[in-house]
């Protein structure tokens, strides 16, 4: 089993409003990392508005690597002639392809972040997997016990715990139920690895 099998589908969508082409770049990063998640959305969106700027800027300079511009005779205001100068695409071309860069790293979808892609997604599968094993084993252990059961139990230990929360109190009551109760309804004598706690007679 790997983590994309039994990974619930996250919805990752843009922060804002992208053109056509920024929302192709968006969609098609989304659809190539599965390690991404919804927290990554606004580097994401910044990351796809950059590539398409860089992409026109990039054509433009390819198109027009020097641009013309008129000379303006600083005394009188009037035009006197023209000079060619480096298209200002150039400083956009820098510019964006610094943010792709960076922003790349911080998604981890550069191709330097291949090993910490791949470590990411063991961590997550090892992890789904041992939430599918708990799953199971508790399932298993509640299979006798009642809602209202574990109601009581909750009932009784925020008369002690008075300052414990929701999801604390009842996992105190289910391990009560599942794990305490049985355990004390033990006879220690006739279980070896309790005898000795007792000073039961051999």
Same mark, same amino acid.
């Given at each position: ?9 996250? %919805?990752?969508v843009p922060t ?54 008129? #000379? ?20 956009? #071309? ?7 860069? %960076? ?53 009784m230990a925020a ?8 999801? #604390? ?9 599942? #794990?305490?109760?049985?355990?004390m309804s033990i ?16």
């Amino acid at each position: 089993m790997n983590a994309t099998e039994s990974e619930p589908n996250i %919805t990752i969508v843009p922060t804002r409003r992208l053109t056509a082409k920024e929302r192709s770049v968006f969609d098609r990063v989304v659809s190539d990392f599965v390690h991404l998640q919804g927290s990554d959305a606004e580097q994401l969106t910044q990351y796809a508005e950059a590539v398409v700027r860089y992409q026109t800027a990039a054509k433009e300079i390819k198109k027009n690597p020097n641009i013309s511009i008129p #000379v303006v005779n600083r005394a009188t205001g009037n035009i006197v002639g023209e000079k060619l100068v480096r298209n200002p695409a150039f400083a956009t #071309v820098k510019e964006t392809q610094t943010q792709m860069n %960076t922003l790349a790293r911080r998604l981890m979808i550069d191709a330097h972040s291949a090993e910490k892609r791949q470590r990411l997604l063991t961590r997550k599968a090892r992890a789904l997997a041992a939430v599918e094993s708990k799953h199971s084993s508790d399932s298993s252990l509640l299979a006798g016990i009642t809602e209202e059961q574990i109601k009581a139990e909750i009932e009784m230990a925020a008369k002690i715990y008075i300052h414990a929360t929701p999801d #604390v109190l009842r996992q105190d009551a289910i391990w009560t139920l599942t #794990v305490f109760n049985p355990m004390m309804s033990i006879d220690p004598c006739t279980d070896p690895d309790l005898a000795y706690m007792y000073s039961c007679p051999e």
